[in-house]
């Protein structure tokens, strides 16, 4: 039998690198960088990673005290943890940019924006709703989603995991498969933007906790071979990706669209399952103050990356500079605090803990 898992810094670390995966991808995407090496891969899944991540740290942090905390309390929790900066960046946005930022096609409503300040615009199945003002914000309103599910479905998971994960897997390949969303053969970019379906990342995550729970610590020569194995895997698993895609689109249209971006996902849950333990050349690699620090502003680099991308400048270093110097900022002075504060105000023993979201 193991001990309990308390503290995961190699975890912290790796949100870097999947914030900084999605850095790069929109750099190509504007022509700031060269793309024709990254276009055998398909970057767009670090957000995958993100989720699956989410539903581990959640279900190590809330699985065992929930009650204890409520659910009214952890949801806002959470929203402190991924609101004020989300707002602070559209409110930027809008001063900065107000054309080159909010309207997307010429499209963009009021009722979009208002949308984006709720975070409800992923439940909206048109791409001048979902990726307007922050284009990347789509995936928070994704997160607050599944914070409201997350006290309803931690204790199923925690009752049985692999259960719990197979009947939501199977009811979203379900709905994908009568097109529940309405699109038809057009584009099926919805599916991977709308928060039901990427449910089963966040309950993949959140069972393979379970899984991990009290589990025995491999040593450092096993638990090094293991984490190379899951990432090699999670690179052979993205590299699929579009040739997956191609092959299943003529019969399955809109499960390719959906494969396309969430297809890493078991690759994603090996690579934090063996993470999880610290007990590798990878996770201690993950687990020095600097890749500490990095996945702590990892956040904050996610958000605020894409409107100072569009902002026209040309200097790729300025860009990457900028993107860091803003949020080394935004983490200290913007979210830190609020959580801070949240946490005072309604816990009455506030802890630090591996508080990941996306980002």
Known sequence: MGTPVRNIPSLTGMRFFASAIIVIFHAAQI??????????????????????????????????RLHQVGAI??????????????FVVCVSSLLALPTAVTLINGQTTIADTLAVFTLT?????????FFAINGVS???????????????LSPLVKKSPAFT?????????????????????GSALPYAINPIMRLPEFVLGASLFELRRNRREPGFNAATVFEATALLSVIALNLAAEPVRLMLHDTFPILARWFQDTGSMPAFGA?????SFNAGMLSRSLSNKVMIFLGEISFALYLAHQPIMNYGLSNLWLVLALCFGVSVIAYKFIEL???AW???HLLSHPTRTNEAVHG
Request: include cysteine; proline fraction near 5%.
């Open 165 to 185: 994960f197979g009947v939501v897997t199977a009811a979203v390949i379900f709905l994908i498969q009568i097109d529940v969303l309405g699109t038809g053969t």
């Open 73 to 86: 309390k952890f949801f806002m929790l959470r929203v402190a943890r991924i609101y004020p900066l989300h």
């Open 31 to 64: 022509g700031m960088i060269g793309n024709a090496w990254l276009s055998i891969f398909t970057p767009a899944q670090a957000v995958s990673l993100f989720y699956v991540l989410s539903g581990f740290i959640l279900q190590l942090n809330y699985g065992d």
């Open 271 to 275: 690579l934090i399952f063996i993470l």
């Open 337 to 339: 605090p609020s959580l």
């Open 342 to 344: 949240t946490k005072r």
């Open 138 to 152: 789509w995936s928070i309103s994704v997160e607050l989603f599944f914070y409201l599910c997350f006290p309803f």
């Open 121 to 129: 615009q992923a439940w909206i199945p048109r791409i001048s709703a």
